[in-house]
Nanobody, 114 residues
Framework: VQLVESGGGLVQAGGTLKLSCVAS????????VTWYRQRSGLQRELVAR???????TYDDSVKGRFTISRDTAINTVYLQMNGLKPEDSARYYC?????????WGQGTQVTVSS
């Protein structure tokens, strides 16, 4: 399984970015697809998750600002990020799991300037 993220970049505070995670196989193969982020010096943390049934969950820090969605026809999961804050600056990773096996992408960097 391969996961390829894209869409990161440099944006001013209050701006928007849309991240994409393209999977090499049907996203229905996965129990869930999750966006994580790793800020400098910190552990990787869950940002948003969409499960095989389409249920979504979010970390409290991004609720109301970020939206996870998917396009099953093209095996892609998105993370729409609005109202970006400097503290959202991080490397964002796509994760998918099949049974208890975890797959990770290489990540995409998001930098939010104040």
């Amino acid at each position: 399984v391969q996961l390829v993220e894209s869409g990161g970049g440099l944006v001013q505070a209050g701006g928007t970015l849309k991240l994409s995670c393209v999977a090499s196989e049907s996203i229905f193969s996965f129990s869930a697809v999750t966006w994580y982020r790793q800020r400098s010096g910190l552990q990787r943390e869950l940002v948003a998750r969409i499960n095989v049934g389409g249920k979504t969950t979010y970390d409290d820090s991004v609720k109301g600002r970020f939206t996870i969605s998917r396009d099953t026809a093209i095996n892609t999961v998105y993370l729409q990020m609005n109202g970006l804050k400097p503290e959202d600056s991080a490397r964002y990773y796509c994760n998918a799991n099949i049974m208890s096996i975890q797959f990770w992408g290489q990540g995409t960097q998001v930098t939010v300037s104040s």
